[in-house]
């Protein structure tokens, strides 16, 4: 049997290491493959790893007091300092890009052929939803320059001195204001439209502080690289939409660097606007330098046409006293956060119910879309909600709005009759 | 590819194989590079591709000075933010010329000749039984495999060059130059600007290797010159249009071309690097992914044709 035996192995030998080595340098082929699974895993552990490291450890800090936080932000002088912003918005409007350009006062772009793209409070309402990348750079109250980060292109509104000038790079068009009337409009464009920067957004929000409101400091944070308190702004009263807001506030200068607007019903931020990188060196001259390029159109605020003009005097500067006359009988009802604002809607009348025909069919189903009806001791009306701001139009023409739960807005409604 | 081009390329297949002088390694790896280069260089459809690449600079200057010839201040699309970015300047300063065929070429004519490059890296030479014989050269697959992609790299490079050259030209002859002003607002002289303008070409020839390392992996895959290329220009539009959907924004940062466009923000003052480096860090992982599973599939494949 031996030599049958090793006959059979060695004529099987040649074939089963041939198989042996066959597996083998399967496996080694097999093996090859581990070399990008690798590098998946590497790439993606460091894409998940490295932000949460960096973010691990707020910064450790000496306590401080909310007064003493808040003195320190009114304290705080500073003057040069130069940055970006990111900014999102989520007021759970669908789109406000284009409605919101229509509000705008002194002509918005639609269906206004003078009107430029550059105008600054057309731009400025884009702010308004989705999320934004700007860039601010300020150096002393004279020269300050807000820039808008979009596709290849950018918006840039410059203040330098009581120049005014806003540039559009996309359609290359620019606008320009000059004067003091004028510069401080620019200027005042910015914080009233849309808070733009983490401090004027931090002024807002700290001017409602009295004894409706709950004003503590909420541990530390780290942002933009800085170590920073955090300041945690809450309504006292129930009813509010708005939940809380956190400011962080940079514990060297009292600079607020972040602004978190969060509502009430929970969910991701309403507003949230914070710096990602900021520098308080003094940003270079030529960043405040601007004139137009050749070939680029340039609006002059003074320079519309007589009509246009008449109606920029009497809508932009007194657009308040003209909301007032118009919306017959503006009223604050309650105070602090429960705010809410009534009026009467032009005309006296409600909005076009189902059966009283002057609507369009169509829009009376888009306007019962938007809104939810509601009915009370007022009687009935419509609520139409975002995520911040809800307002109630009754039938019979009158409008309550606030940063109010819709139940507020109806006690408020109840109460009023 | 005709029969006398495949003799052609035979016989520069040859040439660097004939004398195998193993003591000067290094040179040898060059001179795999460079038969690699002046073969691609020389095939009839690379040039075709470059001339194409070439003409879209001349049609867009072309087109933007016959609208605006009439018109004084001509702008393009009339809403602005329509058509390529930068188009509004292209008539006060040519140099823009350079920035708009660059956006207008980097979503899709350059990646597409990307494509057909590094989908003919490996699948072509298959295709057209050369594979064997370069392999029967002692150079070993890794280091051909690196020569055909640095081969792919270069083309990157020459076409985005081409198309910054030829836009400049064209820029120079059409439109006056000088002065530009950045999309901040603030001004730059001309010689920063055409240092920018390079840096732009460089940046655009760089989001350029995520796509040729993709391509060559695929190219690895198949035996089919042809399969590769439409493969690879076929995932191309696929992922640009996933880019689209606004649902799947969790997933688009990581698309290889998501990025593609910030190499404007070179032309911000200051630059705004945030994009800059996110898309050159992901053409980094998408080349070494790719990179290497090409690696991995060829050094393991069965050569047959």
Known sequence: ????????????????????????????????????????GVAAATIGLVPALADSGDPDLPKISAQELIEKIAASDVQQLSGTVKISTDLGLPSLGGVAGSFAPGGGPSGDDSGSSADPQAKLMELASGTHTLRVAADGPDKQKLSVLDDAAEYSLIRNGDEVWAYDSASNEAYHATGAEHAEKGDKAVPEDVPATPKELAEEALKAADDTTSVTVDGTAQVAGRDAYKLLIKPKQSGSTVGAISVAVDAKTGTPLKFTLTPASGGAAVVDAGFTKVDFAKPAASTFDFSPPKGAKVTESDELTAQESQEFQDKAPKSGEELEEGLSGLKVIGEGWNAIATFEMPGGQGLPSAGSGDAAPEAQQLLDALGDKVSGKFGSGTVFSTRLVNALVTDDGKVYAGAVTKDALVKAADAAK | MSQADETAVLATRSAPAAPPAPAVRRLWTLGLFRSELTTTFRRWRTLALLGVLAGVPVLVGIAVKIETSDGGVGRGGGGGGAGPAFIAQITNNGLFLVFTSLAATLPFFLPMAIGVIAGDAIAGEANAGTLRYLLVAPAGRTRLLLTKYATTMAFCLVATLVVAVSALTVGALLFPLGELTTISGTRIGMGEGLLRA?????????????????????????????AAMATTVGLLITVQILDQIPQLHAIQPYFFSHYWLSFADLMREPVYWDDLTRNLGIQAVYAAVFGSAAWARFTAKDITA
């Open chain 2, 198 to 226: 390079l840096l732009i070409a460089l940046v655009v020839a760089a989001s350029l290797t995520g796509v040729a390392a993709l391509g060559l992996f695929v190219s690895t895959l198949t035996n089919s010159g042809i």
């Open chain 1, 1 to 40: 049997m031996a030599p049958y035996e090793s006959g059979n192995t060695s004529a099987e030998g040649p074939g089963a290491a041939a198989e042996v080595e066959d597996l083998r340098a399967g496996r080694r082929r097999a093996a090859r493959y581990v070399v990008p699974v690798a590098v998946v």
